[in-house]
């Protein structure tokens, strides 16, 4: 790592940065009894002093500890999924068990329009994995300072912010172990299709008319890119979504793995996507994946 290291770390985490002392060997001390059970990557954005004091920046800095398992109780509630069945979390598990000895901790990000579901599905992929998740477009808000994107694209421009997600990725791209939910539009820069494809890239291709339901119901207040529509969060949200998709569609399908709503809603037999659960969607995702590492296709089943 070039430069200093100063001791101002910001944990982007589940450790309070108090928690994390820095030795005057410059190793990072973690409390104890981290880590009962698993090995994990943690991600630190450090305050990096290259050459002046005015060249300030923040970079994310990787290292593996042992870190406590979070329960699947907590992580349920936090993915906000509420009409699981009770064979569901078995079956994903399942699958992932059989997929892990192929994924050779290689990372998998998620790929997606917004509200495409990237964080629900991935923390239950990463929970079921045993992986990290991370949110990118958390991880600029932190490496920038700011507490949204909406405030990126304000203070800033959003060219400021993409060049700051294309960083956030290249520095993701050396870990391993790691569910990245990307921003909605990392997939219009190939040098951020270079960096994701260190690991499998996963697209949740959602219909327009379900994403902008379920943007419309937590508002589009935290979504820059929606601001400068006008009617009811419905309409905006599906007017910007179909010009967005229309720009970016086929960036997506440089994915290497797609999951579509309506093809597993056809396949479970609902008529509608909005009866798909998360850990539906999660499971659909980790069988696309194990179709692209060993080369098959579902037809072969
Ligand atoms: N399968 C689902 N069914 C219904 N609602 C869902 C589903 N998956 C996610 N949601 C809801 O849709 C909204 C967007 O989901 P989420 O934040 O996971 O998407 P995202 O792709 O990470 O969005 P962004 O790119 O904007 O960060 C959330 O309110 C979430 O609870
Ligand atoms: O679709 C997009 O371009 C965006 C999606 C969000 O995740 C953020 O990355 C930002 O609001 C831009």
Known sequence: MEGACTSNLQYCSWIAPKKIRQKPSGCLELPQRWGEDRKQQMLLSSRIMKGSADSKRHRLVGFEINRCYRNSEDSALESGRTHTSVDEPKIVK??????????????????????SGKTTVGKILSEVLGYSFF??????????????????????????????????????????????????GAVIRPINWKYMKHGITVWLDVPLEALATRIA??????????????????TKALARLSTLSKERGHAYTNADARV???????????????????????????IQMKHFLLGTKEDDE
């Open 94 to 115: 399942k699958k992932a068990q059989e997929i892990s000895p192929y994924l050779t901790g290689r990372c998998i990000y998620l790929v997606g329009m917004m509200g």
């Open 135 to 184: 949110d990118s477009d958390k991880l600029v808000e932190q490496a920038v300072g700011m507490t949204s994107v909406a405030q990126i694209f304000k203070e800033h421009s959003e060219t400021f912010f993409r060049d700051n997600e294309s960083e956030v990725l290249r520095e993701l791209s050396l870990m391993h172990r790691l569910v990245v939910a990307t921003g909605g």
């Open 217 to 234: 119901a937590v508002g589009t207040d935290s979504r820059p890119l929606l601001h400068h529509e006008s009617g009811d969060a419905y």
């Open 260 to 286: 579509s709503l309506e093809h597993i809603a056809s396949k479970l037999g609902h008529g509608d996507v909005c009866r798909l659960t998360p850990t539906d969607i999660a499971t659909e995702a980790i």
